[in-house]
């Protein structure tokens, strides 16, 4: 058995516990539950800090509110690392730098790597669509400090899902199950998350399950959260506040570019942006069909 495929059961009371909590369905719920109680937390933080401006007459923007609506994930932060600090250990020292136990690929180098895998696939979709004429965009102010903020905020958005789904689910899951079905549940869950999303489809559900599947490969071959994190965080960053677009039908309110007019057509989904693509579609089954490549050839050297 190669080491990558390897999963050691634990022994003892304490670790069989565990891994009743590991059925797929008490996971699912944990997982839902640290997403509905975390985002509610977050947004109650954040809607206190709202009222504290607005008491001391300092208005909001709709740009400001469209940050505190990504930064209200760190509740979905606060929550995944406590609940897997106390409960989950492997899984919480997973989430690490590799230098402090963490998984072997979570280092810089691997996070700016992911930062520009995100920019460069988000930026050729909507590149193409561009081409076939489906986007007019026009050019805005280059605010640093906003943009700097909002890839701050957008980091912590994208970390709490990844840290969800990819992060505890994907580590409780194959604690019990072959790594196949912690793939397939989490990345299905994922899907799930956006199933309230404003002009979701079947494509478009279709690629983000696709993309969850994608990242669960990244985490099972290349043993890296913190690339899957840069991806999220880059890929979203690019849509919604460098051209503009929709981020999975969330609308941007403050970007670089701004959206002047949008077709659908197989390069773009006029409400769901390019995540709703056939184009999008067709990417991502590439680069999981290359990654299982590549991650499968590498196995069978060791």
């Not at 539950?33 to 937390?41: K, T």
């Not at 690490?96 to 700016?112: D, L």
């Not at 004429?133 to 909002?150: N, T």
Request: charged share 10%; hydrophobic share 50%; net charge neutral.
């Amino acid at each position: 058995m190669n080491e990558m495929d390897r999963t050691v059961p634990p022994t003892g009371n304490e670790s069989k516990t565990r891994l009743k909590r590991h059925f797929f369905l008490v996971v699912a719920a944990i997982a839902f539950a640290m997403v509905l109680f975390g985002q509610g937390f977050g947004g109650y933080v954040l809607g206190l800090v709202q009222g504290v401006l607005l008491l001391n007459k300092i208005p909001i923007s709709g740009a400001l509110s469209f940050l505190f609506m990504y930064l209200a994930f760190f509740g979905i932060v606060v929550l995944v690392l406590l609940y897997c600090g106390l409960f989950e250990k492997p899984t919480f020292r997973s989430f690490g730098c590799s230098k402090n136990g963490g998984q072997k690929g979570n280092t810089w180098k691997m996070f700016f790597l992911g930062l520009l895998l995100g920019f460069g696939m988000n930026a050729f979709l909507i590149l193409l669509a561009w081409l076939h004429g489906d986007l007019d965009l026009s050019v805005g102010r280059f605010e640093f400090l906003y943009l700097l903020c909002a890839l701050l905020c957008v980091c912590i958005q994208s970390g709490a899902e990844e840290l969800v789904t990819r992060g505890y689910m994907m580590g409780a899951l194959r604690e019990r199950y072959p790594i196949w079905v912690a793939i397939a549940v989490n990345s299905v869950f994922f899907g799930a998350l956006h199933l309230m999303n404003p002009g979701i489809t079947v494509l478009s559900m279709l690629m983000i399950i696709l993309y969850g599947l994608f990242c669960s490969l990244i985490v099972y071959y290349l043993d890296s959260l913190w690339l899957c994190i840069a991806i999220h965080t880059s890929w979203n960053f690019t849509q919604n506040f460098l051209f503009g677009l929709p981020n999975s039908g969330i609308v941007s309110q403050g970007s670089f570019l701004h959206l002047e007019a949008a077709t659908s057509s197989p390069f773009y989904d006029a409400v769901f942006g390019v995540e709703g693509s056939l184009t999008g579609v067709i990417l991502y089954v590439l680069l999981c069909a290359g990654l299982i490549f590549y991650g499968e050839k590498k196995k069978a050297a060791l």
